[in-house]
């Protein structure tokens, strides 16, 4: 199975700040690579999908990068709406394996 | 839209099963994968395994064989997920997630907790 380890496991920021989120797979996994949010009590919601693209209807503040076998979540601009959990997945191959989680809690 | 329906809540005893089914609307139910993902209390996501409808043919993760089924009801656009010899440790909200195209789910049942205790 493909481990994804997520990076920090928790965060704290302001309103305003910017924030980037890191997940490393074990192994390559090219750009299959999605990031979720999830709010207590709700599904998660996808927010970025092969790595970079941005799903429909997220805001444009959200975006998602690689860097070698490495990938980043960015927030450019935090709004009190996205203090919340968020999850990288890996696509590449079953079974599908989820990042631990980021906890980006309010300052 | 497209939703995804989950049946409710369940308490379970110990060694006994579940049976959890998703009722896809407002898509196409055949052709796209519809995979259970578990997460237990304050913990992560652990996807479980997927089905294809149209293809009746499903795909577990190693550590649900032979204790998880899943399949799918074409006539009614469900799918159910099956799991049994339950422990306490499979206590979690069940999620059912419709696949897209790279393997991510953009539309997600509302999740369904399964609680197992004595």
């Known amino acids: 199975d493909i481990q994804m380890t997520q990076s920090p496991s928790s965060l704290s920021a302001s309103v305003g700040d910017r924030v980037t989120i890191a997940c490393r797979p074990s192994q390559s996994i090219g750009t299959n690579l999605n990031w979720y949010q999830q709010k207590p009590g709700k599904a998660p919601k996808l927010l970025i999908y092969a790595a970079s693209s941005l799903q429909s209807g997220v805001p444009s503040r959200f975006s998602g990068s690689t860097s070698g076998t490495d990938f980043t979540l960015t927030i450019s601009t935090l709004q009190p709406e996205d203090f919340a959990t968020y999850y990288c997945q890996q696509s590449y191959s079953t079974p599908y394996t989820f990042g631990q989680g980021t906890k980006l809690e309010i300052k | 839209q497209v939703q995804l329906v989950q049946s409710g809540a369940e308490v379970k005893k110990p060694g006994s099963s579940v049976k959890v089914s998703c009722k896809t609307s407002?898509?196409?139910?055949?052709?796209?994968?519809i995979s259970w993902v578990r997460q237990a209390p304050a913990q992560g996501l652990e996807w479980m395994g997927a089905i294809v409808p149209i293809f009746h043919k499903s795909k577990n993760a190693q550590k649900f064989e032979g204790r998880l089924t899943i399949t799918a009801d074409e006539s009614t656009s469900t799918a159910y997920m099956d799991l049994k010899s339950l422990t306490s440790d499979d206590t979690a909200v069940y999620f059912c997630?419709?696949?897209?195209?790279?393997?991510?789910?953009?539309?997600w049942g509302q999740g369904t907790l399964v609680t197992v205790s004595s």
């Open positions: 407002g898509v196409t139910f055949s052709t796209n994968a």
């Open positions: 997630a419709r696949e897209g195209a790279g393997g991510n789910f953009v539309h």
